[in-house]
């Protein structure tokens, strides 16, 4: 299974993602990359920045969803 395969499948599973979490789960280091490519298949993922300890990162959910 391809990254975005595998990312396509968690996002429609219900999960949101992170970077860490894309590269914890499928090895990916660009899931921003990965993400435009499945936004050009038509899925519509929506993009909410988040701050822990200071550090922010980019949390990537199916459009809609109401989950984190």
């Not at 899925?43 to 199916?62: M, P």
Request: charged fraction near 30%.
């Amino acid at each position: 299974m391809s990254q975005n395969e595998a990312i396509k499948a968690a996002l429609l599973s219900g999960r949101s993602l992170t970077p860490l979490d894309a590269l914890e789960d499928f090895g990916c280091f660009r899931l921003a990359a990965r993400v435009a490519d499945l936004r050009r298949e038509g899925i519509d993922i929506e993009c909410r920045t988040e701050t822990t300890n200071g550090k922010r990162y980019a949390r990537y959910r199916l459009r809609g969803a109401d989950h984190a």
